[in-house]
């Protein structure tokens, strides 16, 4: 039975223009990229082209009906990320992006923070050698999803979530803002779903690749589709990756081994099972846990060479990620379908870790100080999530709706053991990582343990108010309870809190491209955030509202926006530099009231001509406290993205081109030196890419990827902990690929 996303637009007469003053203006900035370039597209013969009603048709059984692999696009049809209804991008009243898997691809993209550095509005933060922090429009991100089921993230106790491979999913879909419809409690930045791959090939499909490139790297990938039985109704797939290589990093170098598998199976004309599992282990050696000295003894500044890696030979920050996933979904003759998901997850780290603290003497190298630890521990969540949604008539009109109950029970338990006598670090300046393993204590102390069980039911009508005129309203009524322990001498925090969550959009049809849109939510999210004395903070309350344009054209294989938002908190959780929490190495925070984050996103993706692939993106933000205090200035206030992709014509369509940059504004931090707070930051910066690709038939095809093409010096990360990192320089790979 084919299922029908979105709504059937009226096709009016094609004689209605398009504004001649946007299309005609030379764009002086993405704003008019992204509309105006997209309106040239739509307009021929000096009249817009009448567009057919949006459909996305796919098999009930075939898997994932919003999949865009095999697209070749890098724009979707629709999605579901913001609502839980699927609607197109116009029809979202929020900034969304979805990196296809075309993008993926195309980008070379092996983990989840490679794609976030790409991705318009999300700025990504390099703690050290395997953590990662992302944000958005000022905020942290911490709403993370699994095929829409909510799950938990901690950067702090990283267990391998920000290296997740994207060789197993389908695609990363990122709706920045509130997100509280769907996924409950959370900061309103951003929300990140992974949408897995799925078993929805009736034939044998095999899709292998061999690359290598810079610091000795090498990765092979398998990915295999097949039907298990002679009817096809029962088909799998397995997807498999293994990497090895070293880094920019001196000693530093890393193992990952990735496998998926899924089954899909229809089991009546309208009912498909689906089962998977997921694993991915991550074993690198020489990690670093921080950074570099800031400053020499005399207080002046240092400048590192890029290569230096403040980690020993031992040091390894391991981390295992695995998962099970179940679903059952049926659709009922009337248009609605019904879904049952169950998920578990577990993340495991073993981190042998080192730290070093001070600042060396610049002619000696004698001042530093090391502080080993050990630390082991898992984290595990428990979903369910039962959704139905479908289309009713009311008053003569077709309207939606969307209705869900979920429930998730997340635990973590890390526990940290101390090295018995250190040895001392010695001249810094001739470090090279042969400090050695000290023996380690066998007294376990816990570093962090939690429960967390949230929660929700949540729903939303799209009601079809006139023609033109749209109206999406609902909410999320969540409970949230948390009982969680931290370092020896720090109080428990122990949270029980139910808040309701309200969401609406509207949408108005300007005309056969455009629409206009407002929207509003709310924002509730308790924080693990101590202060000074050792308090917990108070949960985080705001609201959010967004406004917007959005354009749609060349029957939906192009899309733009440009929207402004604001967004008002209390008790935001900001560092306050030079505090511990008592009795912890962990730092202290202070709760910021009036906080107010105004900004405005601008974005274009999709086929702008035929073979002419592009995903562009334009973010600015500013926010301050009650007091006109700037919060968040670790973070980016503008983000530039910009990715494009060419297939040549003729004789020459085997080879497609590439290049991108991104490019964001500065950012700096208070730190403590030798000579008490001082400021430090990172002016802005842009990186370029490139890539080619060259299909020789069919089946074989090469790929050439290079990132940071003119090996920018830059700091990946600055202030964090009063120390600094470099990022990685210029990157080359080459990639062979088979499909059969």
């Known amino acids: 039975m084919p299922i029908i996303l979105g709504r059937s637009r009226r096709i009016r007469?094609?004689?209605c223009p398009l504004p001649r003053a946007l299309a005609r203006r030379t764009p002086c900035c993405l704003a008019v990229l992204a509309l105006a370039a997209g309106g040239a597209a739509a307009q021929e013969g000096g009249s817009v082209k009448a567009l057919a009603p949006l459909q996305v048709i796919g098999q009930s059984g075939a898997g994932d009906a919003l999949a865009t692999e095999g697209s070749q696009s890098y724009t979707p049809a629709a999605t579901a990320a913001s609502t839980g209804l699927p609607l197109s991008l116009r029809e979202t009243p929020q900034s969304v992006t979805v990196v296809t898997r075309q993008r993926i691809e195309d980008q070379d993209m092996r983990s989840l923070a490679e794609v976030m550095a790409s991705t318009p509005g999300i700025a990504v933060r390099h703690s050290d050698s395997e953590r990662y922090s992302f944000s958005a429009r000022g905020f942290n991100i911490d709403n993370y999803m699994y095929d829409g089921i909510p799950t938990g993230f901690d950067s702090g106790y990283d267990a391998g979530e920000s290296s997740v491979d994207p060789i197993i999913y389908d695609r990363v879909e990122v709706v920045r803002g509130a997100t509280g419809l769907l996924t409950g409690a959370g900061n309103p930045s951003a929300s990140i779903n992974l949408v897995?791959?799925?078993?929805?090939?009736?034939?044998?499909?095999?899709?292998?690749s061999l690359g290598g490139g810079s610091w000795d790297?090498?990765?092979?990938?398998?990915?295999l589709s097949t039907p298990l039985n002679a009817a096809g109704n029962v088909r799998g797939r397995i997807v498999s990756a293994y990497q090895d290589g070293r880094s920019h990093l001196d000693h530093y170098e890393n193992q990952r081994k990735v496998f998926y598998g899924v089954i899909d199976a229809d089991l009546g004309a309208r009912t498909t099972l689906s089962a998977g599992f997921n694993y991915q282990d991550n074993d690198p050696r020489g990690s670093t846990w921080g950074g570099f000295p800031l400053w020499y003894a005399d207080g002046g500044r240092t400048d590192w060479r890029r290569s230096l890696n403040v980690g020993a030979d031992w040091t390894s920050w391991g981390s295992t990620t695995q998962g099970t996933f179940a679903s059952l979904r049926h659709g009922f003759g009337n248009g609605w379908n019904v879904q049952l998901h169950g998920a578990h997850s577990k993340h495991e780290m073993d981190a042998k870790l080192l730290y070093l603290t001070g600042w060396p003497d610049r002619e000696t190298g004698q001042g530093m100080n090391a502080s080993p630890s050990w630390y082991l521990g898992e984290r595990k969540q428990n979903s369910v999530d039962l959704k139905a949604n479908g289309p009713f008539t009311l008053f003569g009109r077709r309207h939606e709706a969307v209705v869900g109950a979920s429930l998730s029970r997340r635990y973590a338990d890390f526990d940290s053991r101390s090295g018995l006598s250190p040895a001392g670090v010695g001249n810094f300046l001739d470090w090279d990582g042969s400090y050695p393993e000290p023996?380690?204590?066998?007294?376990?102390?816990?570093?962090?343990?939690?429960?967390?069980?949230q929660t929700g039911w949540y729903g939303a009508l799209r009601l079809n108010l006139a023609d033109p005129l749209r109206?999406?309203?609902?909410?999320?009524?969540?409970?949230?309870?948390?009982?969680?322990?931290?370092?020896?001498?720090?109080?428990?925090a122990r949270f029980d809190k139910t808040a309701f969550v309200p969401y609406a959009g509207l949408l108005f049809d300007i005309n056969e491209n455009y629409t206009a849109?407002?929207?509003?939510t709310e924002i509730f999210n308790p924080q693990s955030y101590q202060d000074r004395h050792g308090g917990w903070l108070d949960p985080l309350e705001g609201k959010a509202y967004e406004a917007g344009i959005k354009g749609e054209f060349m029957q939906g294989r192009l899309n733009a926006s440009a929207a402004v938002f604001q967004i008002e908190q209390d008790n935001l959780g900001q560092l306050d530099p030079g505090h511990l929490v008592p009795g912890t190495p962990n730092q202290a925070y202070r709760a910021a009231q009036g906080t107010r984050s105004r900004g405005?996103?601008?974005?274009?993706?999709?086929?702008?001509?035929?073979?002419?692939?592009?995903?562009?993106?334009?973010?600015?933000?500013?926010?301050?406290?009650?007091?006109?205090?700037?919060?968040?200035?670790?973070?980016?206030?503008?983000l530039v993205r910009l990715f494009t992709t060419y297939r040549l014509p003729g004789a020459w369509q085997g080879l497609t081109l590439g290049g991108g940059v991104n490019w964001q504004s500065r950012v700096y931090a208070m730190a403590s030196g030798p000579n008490g707070q001082e400021r430090v930051g990172q002016g802005s910066y842009a990186i370029a890419s490139l890539m080619a690709n060259y299909r020789f038939d069919r089946a074989l095809s090469a790929q050439l990827n290079v990132d940071n093409v003119f090996d920018r010096k830059y700091y990946s990360q600055v202030g964090f902990y009063s120390q600094g990192a470099w990022a990685q320089g210029r990157r080359v790979t080459l990639t062979m690929r088979y499909q059969y």
């Open 517 to 520: 849109y407002i929207s509003y």
């Open 217 to 223: 790297t090498y990765r092979a990938t398998a990915d």
């Open 471 to 492: 109206l999406i309203v609902g909410g999320r009524y969540s409970t949230w309870k948390t009982d969680a322990t931290g370092w020896a001498g720090a109080s428990p």
């Open 600 to 638: 405005f996103d601008l974005e274009v993706s999709g086929e702008v001509l035929p073979g002419w692939n592009l995903a562009a993106g334009w973010s600015h933000w500013t926010g301050r406290d009650g007091q006109g205090n700037a919060i968040q200035t670790n973070q980016p206030r503008t």
């Open 13 to 15: 007469s094609s004689s």
């Open 439 to 453: 023996a380690w204590s066998d007294e376990t102390i816990s570093a962090s343990r939690y429960t967390t069980k």
């Open 196 to 208: 897995r791959k799925h078993a929805d090939s009736r034939q044998f499909k095999a899709d292998l």
